[in-house]
């Protein structure tokens, strides 16, 4: 994970806002809906790098920091890390904002890997031009 800084890094791959339905008994939003929408955030960000599908194939590095609350807008943002022959490790970040006169706080991060798969499920190559220009942003 990178270093620990008071904005979001990355591009902004999808918000929501925190509902009723998603909270646990105590009042917090479960911790399982927040990794989905990382999980979203992450495959719309992938699925745009490879042009096609991919699956989640690892989470690692997972921390949550705050409870989010109902009515909370969650803003997940992405940044691949790595391209590989089959798969693209990536930061996902999520940070709420309670209102507009309070800086965002940053709720949660994690390291999701994909593997870019085909139709029918099976691992595609993620072709050398996608790799090479993922390579060209990292060097400038």
Not at 3 to 23: F, K, W, Y
Request: net charge neutral; charged share 20%.
């Amino acid at each position: 994970m990178t270093e620990r800084v008071n904005h979001p890094e990355g591009t902004l791959s999808l918000q929501n806002i925190a509902m009723p339905a998603d909270t646990n008994w105590s009042g917090d939003v479960f911790g399982g809906w927040i990794v989905s929408q990382m999980d979203l955030a992450g495959a719309i960000h992938v699925e745009r790098l490879t042009k096609g599908r991919c699956a989640t194939i690892a989470i690692n590095q997972m921390s949550f920091l705050v409870p989010v609350k109902v009515g909370n807008v969650i803003s997940s943002y992405t940044k691949i890390l790595k391209v590989g022959n089959t798969s693209v490790q990536v930061q996902i970040e999520v940070w709420i904002s309670h209102d507009n006169s309070r800086e965002p706080v940053r709720i949660t991060e994690g390291v999701f890997t994909f593997v870019a798969v085909d139709v029918k499920g099976n691992k595609r190559v993620i072709s050398e031009e996608i790799r090479q220009a993922f390579l060209a942003t990292q060097s400038s």
